[in-house]
């Protein structure tokens, strides 16, 4: 059994999308950011950078004791390996998932969220910064596109762990000041993904869990006011 700290984030959704689609049993226990639950000890014990999603594994494969991860790359690359489900055995394979999961985790998740903050939670609209987040947002867009003119996913053939970590980050195109009829290819792509079942269970999912996305001004100081006394006891 997996125990799966959640939220509906384009993090959280990764992990939702993996265990969607695999046979892992997992219990979602949602950890409401907006209202600071991801400050509570009981959390901060698993995710120390007080981050969503978090996971712990009740059963890993050594027989050992339970296993608790936090970052969402960490999470897909050990369900997958735990799973052996949506990444390549093979040397080559494998290393083609890896670099494209890192790809996301360092360029394309925090550029879109930049977008997303300067673009829409910002106080003060500031056109230099969301000029710069936007265009390099556009830049990573067009890094995928021509990644995908061949391929029918981001590391070839079939779906794997990249796919799952990039589509949530580009969901969300219309708010980070895309439009993905400039992209045919990544939009292909994108289509494809967004009709998979195990996406539509995942999204259906985080309707249910949060109904009120709008992060209003209380969550605000919540979730942008952090600094290093932040989750200290």
């Known amino acids: 059994m997996i125990d799966l700290y959640y939220w509906t984030t384009p993090n959280g959704h990764k992990i939702t999308l993996f265990l969607e689609e695999s046979a892992l049993d997992y219990r979602l226990l949602p950890v409401h950011i907006g209202r600071g639950e991801q400050f509570r000890p009981e959390f901060l014990s698993i995710a120390p950078n007080n ?106 053939e079939a779906y794997s762990i990249a796919d799952m970590a990039i589509y949530p980050w580009i969901v969300p195109h219309e708010n980070q000041g895309q439009d993905l009829g400039d992209f045919p290819h990544l939009s292909r792509w994108f289509h494809a993904i967004a009709a998979r079942p195990g996406t539509v269970r995942a999204y259906q999912l985080a309707e249910r869990i949060n109904q009120t996305p709008t992060v209003d001004e209380a969550a605000k100081k919540i979730l942008f006011g952090q600094d290093a006394r932040t989750g200290a006891s």
């Open 51 to 156: 981050r969503i999603p978090a996971i712990v594994d009740q059963a890993p494969a050594d027989g050992g004791a339970p296993i608790s991860l936090f970052e969402s790359g960490a999470i897909l690359l050990y369900l997958a390996d735990k799973s052996r489900q949506f990444i390549p055995a093979d040397l080559r394979g494998r290393n083609e998932v890896l670099q494209w999961l890192f790809w996301q985790m360092g360029g394309l998740g925090p550029m879109a969220g930049q977008n997303h903050h300067f673009s829409q939670y910002a106080p003060e609209k500031l056109p230099y910064a969301i000029q710069r987040y936007v265009k390099e947002t556009n830049r990573l867009y067009g890094v995928l596109d021509r990644r995908l003119a061949d391929r029918a996913f981001i590391a070839g």
